[in-house]
């Protein structure tokens, strides 16, 4: 079974950090592409960040540039997302998404991890 | 950044309607252009990708059409478990964005 799981979310402090993971498997995880959206309590979707197969290029959403980073562990079928400096409005849940080859788009998606963001 | 506006907001509809939702993008993106179904809870779920390309296992009522700015998803016989919030998404340009959704409710 295809499956992407999440892990790592939480309340935190503005400011502080925090890092997300997510464990993939029933599929070639290598062969993909790999995304991080988010979705605000209430709210709709917003992609967040992007990587290549191997690692070597790598997206992200404005907001986030300079405080997040995307990277991944093809040995170990995980994805990461380490998230510092966090404000408020980072506060969603966060999937993990694969993206649908020779697409830039999101074939198979986590259920999620709570990000909460607050003093 | 590609804007994704769509319309209608919400819609309520009856079983057996043909349900027809809007996307339009604030700059052409040529057919990169995807539709998610999200029930609440839930993640978001593939049904179209390429503007017309019906994702596997998702039933034929569903069909995307439309290139350049204007894209349409359509439900053909509109059923009980097709509520919940589409959502439309361009993937010809960083950053990937999405339109606000579409609450689809069953009368």
């Known amino acids: 079974e295809v499956q992407l799981v999440e892990s790592g979310g939480g309340l935190v402090q503005p400011g502080g950090s925090l890092r997300l993971s997510c464990a993939a498997s029933g599929f070639n995880f290598r062969s993909y592409r790999m995304s991080w959206v988010r979705q605000a309590p209430g709210k709709g979707l917003q992609w967040v960040a992007n990587?290549?197969?191997?690692?070597?290029?790598?997206y992200y959403v404005d907001s986030v540039k300079g405080r997040f980073t995307i990277s991944r562990d093809n040995a170990k079928n995980s994805l990461y997302l380490q998230m510092n400096n966090l404000r408020a409005e980072d506060t969603a849940v966060y999937f993990c998404?694969?993206?649908?080859?020779?697409?830039?788009?999101?074939?198979?998606w986590g259920q999620g991890t709570m990000v909460t963001i607050s003093s | 950044d590609i804007q994704m506006t769509q319309s209608p907001s919400t819609l309520s509809a009856s079983v057996g309607d043909r349900v027809t939702i809007t996307c339009r993008a604030s700059q052409s993106i040529s057919s990169w252009l995807a539709w998610f179904q999200q029930k609440p809870g839930k993640a978001p779920k593939l049904l179209i990708y390429k503007a017309s390309s019906l994702e596997s296992g998702v039933p034929s009522r569903f069909s995307g059409s439309g290139s350049g700015t204007e894209f349409t998803l359509t439900i053909s016989g509109l059923q009980p478990d097709d509520f919940g919030t589409y959502y439309c998404?361009?993937?010809?340009?960083?950053?990937?964005?999405f339109g606000g959704g579409t609450k689809v409710e069953i009368k």
């Open positions: 998404v694969r993206v649908l080859l020779d697409t830039t788009t999101f074939d198979m």
């Open positions: 990587i290549r197969q191997d690692g070597s290029d790598k």
């Open positions: 998404q361009q993937d010809n340009y960083y950053p990937l964005t």
